[in-house]
Every structure is written in structure tokens, then in C-alpha cells.
């Protein structure tokens, strides 16, 4: 994993040791070794960090030649007492209750051996064989569990690799830890047989009390993917940049599509969530909070002075790594944001996140900038359309984009914050708002 660098946070005064990735600090590999696990702790690599200033840590290890993992999150005073009526975190506080988690008090430190999850308790039926082939009711094949992607105490993707007579098939199964499982079902269900262009991965099983929903697995590449293969050969330049079009042309479908049960996100909601999250930057980073900050005050400012913008289904993280290029149409994957929102907010989201790569990964600049021509263009085009409103959601995507470095600690996340605000208020000040009054 790339190096990682953490802010000085009071509030959490351990956090810095723990994002080392020379290996496993000497506290955490004793408490590592209490839960069952064994290995070279001095090669365990750091795969995934998730950091929310003055409140919490969370880390993900691999232990080297095991293909172990597990998990730590280290909680300020804050975190520890907004975890105080967590049922499963109240009885590991009292003490173990199992062999694969421990919380050692006195630092104020959860870890927990994959699959134990506070947050996913459905995820030990998840990855059980038996479980697994009951909940896709055969009985006569072999299967294969493989974490996909894992998100400690969010959600964790499982790649179901099944064998039987010969053949082979894959789904993937997600391990929910909301209620979001609810609503993705009953949006899956409403959208078999939808409209040509609009495409997902087929449901295939659900089940509610574990909130695991089965999916099957489709072969293709990620725009993220086909990034890097196109920065160097112009005809798979020239074929990305006729697929982005292609993917523009997803959003008019999802629009139209009349889907029951989906919670509404006003951009109002989305810029307080947004100036909530830069709040807690401001007090382990000064600069780069105030740049934010202001970045949310132009963009209230914009917000004041706009009209009403059309509601529409939306993805809702509509962005680069959520569409699967096929050789057949473009897939659109992880429906877990679902909602009723503006009807320019997808097309937002994902400009924002080919503004990430522009802005962050020179070697792709190039590229990345003419997927943002190509699907500007193509989204101009469309109905639903409106300027200002599609560079309002870009910015404030672009900002999120921002406070995703350092949640994640990048190694260079003071200079990626200034760098993405900067792109944002470019954004803005290339699109000057309409007012309500039609000025």
C-alpha cells in the first residue's frame, strides 16, 4: 500500500504508529496474537484506512503468505461514548466474547479478526460454505469464498466462486450494515426488464436478516482500469472516449425509471453533510479546512441564489470505479445510493471523479481530461441539462473527492486538498449562476 500520513489529532494520540506500513506496531501484534492470529506481523500490510478527524481510525492489515485480515479502529473519547450504545461493542467493552475480537480499554483500541465485524454481523453466515450454497439453494457444487472488497464495519463485497459437473460460475454477495440491503432489493426487483442501455448486475438471492444481497458477476473493466491502458495507445484512447459518451447516455434511462421506496437527498442535505465532515478537518488541519470551508460557503452562496432544480432517480455515486465497460453495453454497479435528488447530480458526481484523476494522477491527466470533454459534451445534450446545476454538483463532488485524501491518509493529502479546491472553484467561477429572478 502506498505511504500514508496522519494529521496531529489530539483526540486520538496513537494514530500516527498505527499507519505505518512498515508493518505491525509491537502493541498491535500482541493484541493480534490474542485473537487468534499467527504470522510474520512485521510484513502485515496496511490495505485500507478510514479516518474521521477527532472521532475514529479504522485500519485494515493482510498478514503476508496467511491471506489473513483484520481489522483495528482506534476511537477518541467522542467515538468511544458515540459507540457507548452499540450492542455489540457494550459487551465487548465488558470483556471478549469471542476468540477473533478483543478491545483493549486502556487505549481505546478494537480489533477484530476477519469475519468478526461490530458492524456486519451478518457477515460470519456470509462467508460460510453452507450458508453460501443454501442461501443460492444448490447443494451440489463446491464453493470458493474470497473477500472482494472489505470495508470494516461498513460493508464487505464476497466473491462466490462455485464449481459443479464441470462448470464454473461467480456472483458476488454484499454484506450490508444499515438497512440499505432493504432498499437495494426492492430497487433490483423493480428494475428486471429495464429499458435498453440501463444495465446491472442480475440479482440472483437475498437474504434480510443477514442483509446480504447476491448478485451475479459480470466480466469487464472499470473506467478507472481503462484509464491507464488509453494514456498510452490512441486507438484505446479513442474507443474510451466513444464508450464515456456511451455512459453519459446511461443517465436519461435511470431518470425515467419510477422507483418505489428510495429516500429523497436535497442539495441542501448533501452541503450540510459536507460542511459537517469539514468541520472536523478544520481542527487537525487549519489551511486546508479554511479552504474547504469556503469552498462550502461559495457554494451555499450559489445555492441561495439558483432555481429550484427538477428531482429525478438518481444513482447517487455515480462515478468512474461504478461502471463496468463490457464488450456489450456499459454495467452500472453498487446501487446502494439509490435516492430521489437533482436530476444534474450523477452527471456532477462522475465529472468530479475524473477531476480526482486529472488533478491527482499526472500520468493521466491527458486522458482523464478528455473523458471530461466527452462527457460534458454528451451530457449537454440531454433534457434534463442545466449548467449551473451540473457544475454546483461538481464542485461540491469535487470537494468530497478532497476530503476523501485524507480520510484516507494520503501521503500527499494537504497538497491534493489545495489542488481539488482549487479545481472546484474553477468549476464554479466557469459557470456563473443564474438567479431565481432570471438574471
Not at 165 to 192: M, N
Not at 221 to 235: F, G, M, N, Q
Amino acid at each position: 500500500m502506498k505511504e500514508k500520513r496522519a494529521p496531529h489529532d489530539p483526540a486520538l494520540p496513537g494514530l500516527a504508529e498505527l499507519v505505518s506500513v512498515e508493518g505491525l506496531p509491537g502493541a498491535l501484534a500482541d493484541a493480534a496474537a490474542s485473537i487468534g492470529l499467527s504470522g510474520q506481523f512485521e510484513r502485515a500490510q496496511l490495505e485500507y484506512v478510514r479516518y474521521r478527524p477527532g472521532l475514529r481510525c479504522t485500519l485494515l492489515w493482510s498478514l503476508t503468505g496467511s491471506q489473513a485480515l483484520f481489522s483495528a479502529t482506534l476511537l477518541s473519547k467522542e467515538g468511544e461514548a458515540r459507540w457507548a450504545d452499540h450492542a455489540g461493542f457494550k459487551q465487548l467493552a465488558r470483556g471478549p466474547t469471542s476468540a477473533r475480537s478483543t478491545y483493549l480499554s486502556s487505549q481505546r483500541l478494537l480489533m477484530q479478526a476477519f469475519p468478526e465485524d461490530i458492524g456486519l454481523p451478518g457477515l460470519g453466515s456470509a462467508t460460510s460454505d453452507g450458508w453460501a450454497l443454501g442461501l443460492l439453494a444448490t447443494s451440489d457444487a463446491r464453493i470458493r469464498i474470497t473477500p472482494w472488497r472489505y470495508r470494516p464495519q461498513l460493508a464487505c463485497v464476497l466473491e462466490y466462486a462455485l464449481e459443479r459437473a464441470g462448470s464454473r460460475s461467480r456472483y458476488f454477495a454484499k454484506v450490508y450494515g444499515d438497512e440499505r440491503h432493504r432498499t437495494v432489493w426492492s430497487a433490483l426487483e423493480q428494475l428486471r426488464g429495464s429499458e435498453p442501455g440501463w444495465r446491472f448486475a442480475p440479482p440472483v438471492a437475498y437474504d434480510a436478516e443477514a442483509g446480504v444481497v447476491v448478485s451475479e458477476a459480470i466480466e469487464g473493466r472499470s473506467v478507472a482500469e481503462t484509464l491507464e491502458a488509453a494514456s498510452a495507445d490512441a486507438e484505446a484512447r479513442a474507443g474510451l472516449l466513444g464508450q464515456i459518451g456511451h455512459i453519459a447516455g446511461l443517465l436519461p434511462a435511470l431518470q425515467a425509471r419510477s422507483i418505489d421506496g428510495l429516500p429523497t437527498l436535497s442539495a441542501r442535505e448533501k452541503l450540510t453533510a459536507l460542511r459537517k465532515r469539514v468541520r472536523r478537518v478544520t481542527v487537525v488541519a487549519a489551511h486546508e479546512g479554511e479552504l474547504l470551508a469556503a469552498l462550502c460557503d461559495e457554494l451555499q452562496e450559489r445555492h441561495a441564489e439558483m432555481e429550484d432544480e427538477p428531482i429525478a432517480t438518481a444513482h447517487g455515486a455515480f462515478r468512474d470505479g461504478q461502471v463496468l465497460l463490457t464488450d456489450n453495453e456499459p454495467v452500472v454497479l453498487d446501487l446502494d445510493g439509490l435516492c430521489r435528488a437533482g436530476a444534474n447530480v450523477d452527471a456532477g458526481t462522475f465529472l468530479a471523479s475524473l477531476d480526482r484523476i486529472a488533478v491527482c494522477q499526472p500520468r493521466l491527466t491527458a486522458v482523464a481530461e478528455a473523458c471530461v470533454a466527452a462527457f460534458a459534451d454528451a451530457v449537454r445534450r440531454q433534457p434534463s441539462y442545466s449548467p449551473e446545476w451540473l457544475a454546483w454538483h461538481r464542485a461540491a463532488g469535487i470537494a468530497k473527492k478532497a476530503l476523501h485524501s485524507i480520510s484516507s491518509l494520503d501521503a500527499r493529502w494537504p497538497e491534493r486538498i489545495e489542488a481539488l479546491a482549487e479545481r472546484a472553484r474553477a468549476t464554479l467561477g466557469a459557470t456563473p449562476a443564474r438567479s431565481k429572478l432570471g438574471g
